[in-house]
């Protein structure tokens, strides 16, 4: 039976080794790991733990970013860290741009001023894949474990109320999984449909770990029956680029 344990932890300040925080939380909630187990961690806790934090008052925009600031009424400073933090922009409300960066379309480049103190930002993670990937093996190599390691954020679906979790990376296990060819309830053979491993993992242990004050930045998702593996995950195996996304295409269609 599947089953998610969320992990309390103290809250780190200033750069840290997240493994070592890892053990050290895992034995004050008693927890062990096992195999095939998937090691489920926030995105702000692997920010925090790199220094990825910025101060407003540090930032000098640019004539772009105060271009963005005033079509999308936001603060000059927070609209030039939106643009260094992405690939690509492609519109927004009042308080929100839409950007993409490194495969993945977040509002506002995915920066987050939720859990951080006043005047101060948190950035997505650097080289989210080989921090997973990293995780995994040191968890290899000191307890002789397989595991599955995912990175989660939160993040707003179209036209859905509230957030849910999506993997921003992921290492040990196969992202997602082609059912293309086997067959419907009616015995029709399927002929799009992957089902997204990594997103749902990220999902399941979210709902546990919380969205506020919980201190949970840590899961472990058990029994879940991803395919586990050694090879590494590239970023472009659980995402598609906005071209190809059918509400990006199809919204695009509509201006």
């Known amino acids: 039976m599947l089953k998610v344990i969320p992990l309390l932890s103290e809250r780190m300040n200033g750069e840290f080794d997240v493994f070592v925080s890892l053990i050290d939380t895992l034995k004050k909630n008693n927890e062990a790991l096992m195999n095939e187990d998937i090691i489920v961690v926030s995105t702000k806790y692997i920010s925090n733990s790199q220094g990825r934090i910025v101060q407003f008052d540090k930032i ?27 690939d690509k922009v492609f519109g927004g409300i009042s308080g929100f741009i839409i950007t993409s960066a490194d495969y993945v379309m977040a509002p506002n480049a995915g920066i987050d001023k939720s859990n951080a103190s006043e005047g ?20 290899y190599l000191k307890l002789s474990i397989h595991v599955g390691v995912v990175l989660v ?41 992957f089902q997204a491993v990594a997103d749902n993992i990220a999902t399941i242990a979210n709902y546990k770990m919380g969205e506020g004050a919980e201190s949970k930045p840590f899961a472990i998702v058990r029994n879940s029956e991803a395919k586990m593996t050694d090879r590494k995950i590239n970023a472009n195996e659980l995402a598609i680029s906005p071209d190809q996304c059918v509400y990006v295409r199809g919204l695009a269609k509509m201006n």
């Open 120 to 139: 101060v930002a948190i950035l997505y993670p650097k080289n989210p894949y080989l921090i997973a990937e990293n995780l995994r093996r040191k968890i």
């Open 60 to 86: 000098i925009p640019s004539e772009e970013g105060t271009k963005l600031a005033k079509e999308f009424k936001i603060k000059p400073s927070f609209a030039e860290m939106i643009l260094r933090e992405s």
């Open 153 to 193: 954020d939160s993040r707003l679906m179209p036209a859905r109320i509230g957030t849910s979790g999506v993997a921003i990376a992921c290492a040990g296990i196969e992202p997602v999984l082609d059912m293309r060819a086997r067959k419907d309830l009616d015995g029709k053979p399927l002929k799009v449909t």
